[in-house]
């Protein structure tokens, strides 16, 4: 059997980014069925399409370089396949870039251990309006975007950070995730992650510790790039 394997590119925004991973499986393997590709379908007694994803995203975290990979069973071109991918996808789930992957390139879901995230964080209003001066005037709350940047740049990264994982406590180092240093831009933060073998720390995680006490709270947080090494 021909095997062609197809590598599409896809941003996850909006309301999608509440998907669980599975849910995002389902909903990708729906859009090559409706776009008609060829697709390949597995053996055995539970015959599925062969298709390959990237790493995982936590619930709320979306991403504008996600990758999967589909094979087929004949050959496509690429512009057509992506054509006929976007017209059968939702608008917050949409591909934009497809080409064909040779055997030797490892499968999506190893394919990039390395993870740039860019986190938007906004003053918790509640914090602020029940701080001990809440009586004073607007003008005087934190909540100018010079204020905030200052916040931001602030911010430092905890050690260590203990997680519950299937009611299982587990103390995680950041620092041995951590690629490089945190970039603190205006309201933003950037980071890489890196994911290894023996486990991975979520942004989400991350920042939820980062973000105790410090009356911020994260907006959104995007994964913006993926890489196969540090410092590509």
């Known amino acids: 059997m021909a095997d062609f394997r197809l590598r599409v590119t896809y941003a996850m925004s909006g309301r999608l ?4 991973h599975l849910e995002v499986a389902r909903a990708l393997e729906r859009a090559v069925r409706r776009a008609d590709l060829p697709y390949a379908v597995s053996q055995g007694f539970s015959p599925h399409m062969k298709q390959a994803f990237g790493a995982a995203l936590p619930v709320g975290v979306g991403g504008t370089e996600e990758i999967f990979d589909v094979q087929l069973t ?3 071109a690429p512009d057509k396949a992506l054509d006929r991918l976007r017209a059968a996808s939702a608008a917050d789930l949409m591909p934009y870039k ?8 490892p499968a999506a879901s190893v394919a990039y251990p390395f993870s740039t995230y860019r986190a938007v964080l906004a003053f918790d209003d509640e914090g602020f309006a029940g701080s001990a001066d809440s009586s004073s ?3 005087s709350a934190p909540s100018d975007f ?3 940047a200052q916040r931001v740049a602030s911010l430092r990264v905890p050690e260590p950070i203990t997680v519950v994982r299937k009611k299982k406590e587990k103390v995680l180092v950041p620092s041995d995730f951590l690629v490089g240093a945190m970039q603190a831009q205006g309201d ?3 980071f890489t992650l890196e994911a290894k073998k023996t486990g991975s720390l979520r942004p989400d995680v991350l920042l939820e510790a980062m973000l105790e006490g410090t009356g911020l709270h994260a907006v959104s947080i995007m994964r913006i790039r993926q890489r196969e090494k540090a410092g590509e």
């Open 146 to 148: 010079g204020a905030l």
């Open 17 to 20: 980014v509440m998907l669980s």
């Open 74 to 76: 004949e050959y496509v």
């Open 137 to 139: 005037s607007a003008d």
């Open 98 to 105: 497809a080409c064909y992957i040779t055997k030797d390139v």
């Open 188 to 190: 933003a933060l950037e």
